[in-house]
């Protein structure tokens, strides 16, 4: 089983949804600028809001292009197969999305190998472990060319210095560098730094509007132009080249210019969260930025208990994680608090 896994629905309204920060909704503010947005065909680069979107993000970043995408999995897909051929190679962590949720795509449609390393506890990569994956220049081997990196991993933030130094030991074997930052603006949120920080030792970065953000679609790579134009051409051979996509990159605008300081919100009520849990002793908590880990006592389906009260939670894999998010407003957060202490009592009239 997955976080991903289908679970039930509650039978009543659902009060929370807090199996991912994917399902937020537009508010009601992004949907008229959704609305109001000029459009052009962005096939034929005449997308206002695309273009915008695109170098918006391309100069937070402080790299030269960015593209605009359907999806994360699109993009993290794209940034591997413009960074590798055929017989090459990604090296990443064993529990990071681009091996573990994307149907190994780059293998499947660009002939690249996947070398999973063990992620360490705070979610990054140790230099030895990448220098001990990189192959020599043998025929026996493929071609170790780039190394993938994610930020947050699992709710985690990594911190600076290791992001720092995993680089290095990358760059030392002469690869290349992307990040997966589907949960960018949560990471630098988390580690008080400003975007160019994180974003400097990259090539390429990933970064998701239709997560914490609250746009209902859109990721956006960016990198150096030689390498957008190959992710430009993949993009168009993927089916990814979208015309009036306006609509959705007005979304994306609204989304940094609204949604990007209320992230530090989510992560005060997921280490609010966390305690309430620790307090009624349900299970094994943990939590990161917005995402709390509840690895339930034996035997109890905290599931079903917590969709009886309107709460909707991602199967336990085997901890169940929860992310907090915008669509959580004072009164939801309350009635989750409120919804896992009756679970708990309930628990301990069994
Ligand atoms: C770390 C990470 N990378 C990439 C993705 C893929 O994004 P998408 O669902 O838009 O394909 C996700 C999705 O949850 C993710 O958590």
Redesign the pocket.
């Known amino acids: 089983m997955s976080q991903y896994s289908p679970t039930d629905r509650p039978n009543g309204p659902v009060i929370a949804d807090l199996r991912?920060d994917?399902v937020t909704k537009p508010c009601a503010g992004m949907r008229a600028a959704m609305a109001a947005a000029e459009v052009g065909d962005d096939v034929y680069g005449e997308d206002p809001n695309v273009t915008a979107l695109e170098q918006r993000l391309a100069d937070q970043m402080g790299k030269e292009e960015g593209l605009f995408l359907p999806?994360?999995?699109?993009s993290?897909l794209i940034a591997m197969l413009s960074h590798c051929g055929r017989g090459e190679e990604v090296i990443a962590g064993d529990s990071?999305?681009?091996i573990r949720?994307?149907a190994a795509g780059a293998s499947v449609l660009g002939g690249v190998a996947l070398h999973a390393l063990p992620v360490a506890e705070d979610g990054g990569l140790d230099p030895e472990a990448i220098a001990g994956a990189v192959k020599e220049d043998d025929s026996h081997h493929p071609i170790s060319r780039l190394l993938s990196l994610?930020n947050?991993?699992y709710g985690q933030a990594v911190p600076l210095a290791r992001i720092k130094a995993a680089v290095a030991a990358g760059r030392a074997a002469g690869l290349s560098i992307h990040l997966?930052g589907?949960?960018f603006f949560n990471a630098i949120t988390a580690l008080g730094c400003g975007a160019e920080d994180l974003a400097a030792p990259f090539d390429s970065i990933?970064i998701?509007l239709?997560?914490g953000l609250g746009a209902p679609v859109g990721?956006v790579l960016v990198g150096p132009r030689d390498l957008m134009k190959r992710a430009r051409r993949l993009r168009k051979m993927l089916g990814g080249g979208m015309r009036q996509a306006g609509v959705l990159a007005a979304a994306g605008l609204y989304a940094l210019d609204h949604n990007v300081t209320s992230l530090a919100e989510d992560q005060h009520r997921a280490a609010a969260l966390a305690e309430h849990l620790r307090a009624l002793h349900l299970g094994t908590v943990t939590h990161a930025t917005n995402m709390v880990f509840l690895t339930p006592r034996d035997g109890l389906d905290i599931v079903g208990a917590m969709a009886a009260q309107g709460v909707r939670l991602a199967a336990p894999a085997p901890a169940t994680r929860m992310v907090l998010h915008s669509d959580i407003d004072d009164d939801a957060f309350a009635a989750i608090l409120n919804g896992f202490t009756q679970a708990a009592d309930a628990r301990g009239a069994a």
Do not use: I, M, P, W
């Not at 999806?71 to 699109?74: I, K, L, R, V, Y």
């Open positions: 991912s994917t999806s994360g999995t699109q993290n990071y999305h681009v949720y994307e994610e947050t991993n997966d589907a949960r990933s998701c239709s997560k990721s």
